[in-house]
């Protein structure tokens, strides 16, 4: 206790009133697209510029093809929103995004936005019900533009994006830009945890007249609450069970004859209890428990809860009113208060739930502290592994080709060392597939450069064991989309490639050796075709390029090794156009001559 | 590290993170979607059609949507009132001998359920066909004995679709007996089943014993969805489903003529879920499991003093969750990659072994270097993990064990021949005799079975290739160091002056058949030409044989006598003979 909103959200608590003042005017003026607003904070006199969105209650705005509208977004403006191992893109609502892109032109040439980047002024991006998910795709949008961060303000918007795009979020560490505002029992919140259905389409076109003609109060749809709320508790419970570690396997099977809704919450949740107390949540599982547990029914019955339902969705502006400024404000994160419970009104079962969420994150802490102990291990192996080419470099043969070859004790050793990293690294591929490591892993600056060093050091060592075997010619070229290249490989260059803001498959150095088996195989088999001449340029431009940027190791160009072999066999036409090379094995044969270090 | 006749145990360690039942959360996902009331609804609906036949359940099938296809086991009134009036006598049934396991070596199910599977068995398999071929979702159901009919022909099913399975089959019974003496257990099948049990039904456990002291050889699978009116609790674990019903079978005894109104249950069991029930959220969970799992129970009706009164125990099932939550994927593939590294560094081994002009049989024998102790450990982690990968195939039905064991069935030929051999050099090397019949353990057997069951004979273009690549090829026979250990013994009785004739007889005997058994695996390329080394024991009992031969049997010639004394072994393996 004894903070304010303000302070556990990073933003002054001035802001967030007016903001959602503004959320709702903006929502109720379908006319303009987005509603602009300067205010300025008493203490240090500094702006804040909130944008706020229009909302549409009409179904198409909410619902669409295929169910759920389900969208994949990881395209162009947001390339981030996508998992870096096999979890596939972030799947958003389509008709919520429909509507950002309607918005998105005007927004960025507003002259308003212009100028707070200019002033450096923080940039707020608010919206109320519909206007949500429009306000939490623009802040996205800035956010991959790299502009000084925007936050993001939402009152009873609905959910936006699935699991991915939370853990996307929260890997790119986004997720603290973003603060949900939702009351106990607010419909909307939820809407999205169940199919569209005529139940939804009820609740909007309440919604739609009530906003539409203010000052008449239409007449309250009802029997729906079952409906969308025990789609969501499904959800919810299906989390809970993945949550609890459920080793029953029929838990799958079921679910694969449920359409279940993708959507999930993300960023920071703000529970208004209805009793002027505020609950700011982290966790997106135990959000998402909460979020239905709250709103279970207790002792009052159905027909009132669901009245309340209603009714909580345009209460906003007087919660916030009551309750800002005020310090009975609780953060859950670090474990459920048994207190803030009481408020929120859970039942047994759900304290279950929220442990489980909690002891979900505490593992996956654990998992990484475990896996610093392991990393070190991996940099043992390593450690090895670079004594054996420095070794095989001295041979003038390369460790690529000694490797190949098999003869010493040496080889030998390294193809333990190869298949105990192999193991470690398929280890941690699986345990992210699992989500058991935090979200961030894959964007932590010491596991990319570790990974990076051990793809460029060992992935040859992987294709000279797959060409010694003429694995090719069971499988096809070591490098073919989703082929015989160990996943591990392609899941460690992608986060370098994610890091560096590269496209997939620009970073592809340690694939050198596959290039250069698969063309001398090619070259037999097809002779020197366009293609073939084609391929053979792009491996030398490679080549040149990797080596400059130090990417690639010049002990490729040892006078015995397969490629300079390779090269040397090439037709004579071949040689004036790369001379540059020829330049390149030269002055490697002079330096190994010399017995200067590489 | 302890090497026991080269068998490492795999341990799993204790993990005390706190742990979590999902009985509640399970049974909530089910009735809260929308999966089960739409069966049910067509269930009744039908059955509101049958007229009063005698006792038969009869199979309607419809297609709700273009991706679904439910099939619905019909029974008839009488059959929902009087469900078994045979009683719960079980039979040998050789239609579903493919449930046999290790466990279950016979299979029996209930009469009753049987005799209504066989009489529409001509249908089904008509119907069989017609599934089998279709893609996306089918749903199998019924209530009571159509339940029970329901499951068989699942069973069926699913045997039959195991190989390539197009659409994703789950059978939902309502209120149905047990079936069989069969259990699941270690079958991916048992994800298929739900079984649906209200506590006023007395009907699934039927025939159990009602006192804790009989035993049953009824046997549930699948997942039990247990439900009262205040809520539901699934459960997978046999021994606690097995008191559950026995249970409330008996509490409910004598009210048998009550029909159980699934519909009703399930209507409002989907009010209660997304009700918070009467008790507020107190202080946090110590012991969360032991916590749901009592929570849970309570719902379906066993409080404290039931549970106490009957014996079940919280404990032992938070202990067994415990031991089954240390295997994850990733500690597969973790492991996966270990047996890999292992075969790698014996591949290492046999080669150093190989340099030493004695081959990795004897080195290892001999046990002289310190790396041939290593070796043992190895074989340690090696034997563990195969004879773990046999036992799971062997307690799986036999046909989905048969297409699991595909998968690593060339990987488990290769290891059987690497490290059999090793296996046998310790037999020996303590004194052993008589490898095959007392020391050749039980999975290198099925192996051995299983990849000949799977073998097609040698073409001749295979030979060739053979040829090409004997150098490198394992022995085919990975108990071939078991037969010239056998022929040294054989030579050593004919030498030693104390045999009887009939010992020398059976001696010679032998080593004849050895000899005609090793040029069989010469001429077919089937032996790695390792076995030649200098000092390896094959030439050390080639020593002794040819000994004997010249000075006792100057005369006798074999294939093999020929092929060895003109050196042509010498050849083998370099390409050509």
Redesign the interface.
Known sequence: MGETVGNLIGLNDEVIHPAANLAVEAHNSPSKQFLVKKIKIRHDLSSVVVFAFSGSMLPKDWSGQPTFAKTEIATGEFRSLTSLNDGGDAVVNGSFLRRFKDVIGNLSKAKELKEATEKKRQVVFAGYSSGGPIAILATLYFLEKQTPSPRCLTFGSPLVGDRIFGHALRREGWSDYFTHFVMKYDIIPRIMLSPSSTEHEQILDYFKSKFDRKNINPAPPSGFYLTVMGNASSVASYEACRLMGCRNPSLDIIKSFIELSPYRPSGTYVFCTGNGNLVVVKNPNAVLQILIHCAELGESNTAEVEKRSLDEHSAYLSELKDCLGMQAVVSLDGGPATATLNDLGLSPQAMLCLQAAEEFENRRSRNLENFRKYLEKVEVELEKMRKYKENAQISRLGYYDSFKLQNEDDDFHANVSRLELAGMWDEIKEMLKEFELPDDFEKKREIIDLGTKYRRLVEPLDIANFYRHSKDKETGAYVIGGGPRPKRYRFIQRWLEHDEKEEFGSRSESLFWADVEQLGIDIKKKGYVQEIEERIQQVERNLIAWIGDRSLDDDVLLENSTFVKWWRDLPPQHKPKSDRIEKLIGEMSERVTQGTKI | MVYVRGRIKRGRRMNQ??????A???A???V????IDYDLAKNFEFQRCQTAFPCSVQPMVYHPTPNRTIVVFIPSPDCTQYPLPEGGDLVPSPEFKFLCTKECPSVSINRAALTLFLSLHDHLSGLKAQLTEREG?L?ITGHSLGGSVASLFTLYLLDSMDKKRKC?P?CITFGSPLIGNFGLQHS?W?????HLVSNKDPVPGLFLPSSHSQTTVYKPF??YLFCSELGCA?F?NPDLILKLLAVISSEVAGGLLQVVDYGEILRNL??K?????P???????TE?FS??II?KLETIGFDQTKLLQHNIDIRRMEAE?RS??KK????D??E???I??YM??LE?YK?KSKDAKKGYYDCFKSGEFRRDIAVGEFMGHLNAYWEDMVAEAQWKPQTEGASFRTGWLFSGTTYRRMVEPLDIAAFYRDGGTDYINNGRSQHYKLLQQWYEEDAKPPSRDQLDSRKEKVSALLTEDSCFWAYVEEAILSCESLKNANSSPEQRESSWDNLVMFGEYVMEQIENYAVSPEIFLEESSFMKWWGEYEDYIDTNRNFYSSRLVNFTKRSSYKQYGRRAI
């Open positions: 993170d706190p742990l979590f039942s999902s509640g959360e399970l909530n996902f089910v809260a979607s929308n999966l979702q749903i994703r789950i991916q048992n994800s298929f089943f739900l699948g997942t699934c997978d989907k009010n879920a997304i009700w918070k029930g008790q507020l959220a107190g202080e946090r969970f969360p916590a749901g929570m969750a089954l939550t994850t994927k990733a500690s593939i973790k996966l990659n270990d890999k590294k790698a560094l290492w080669k």
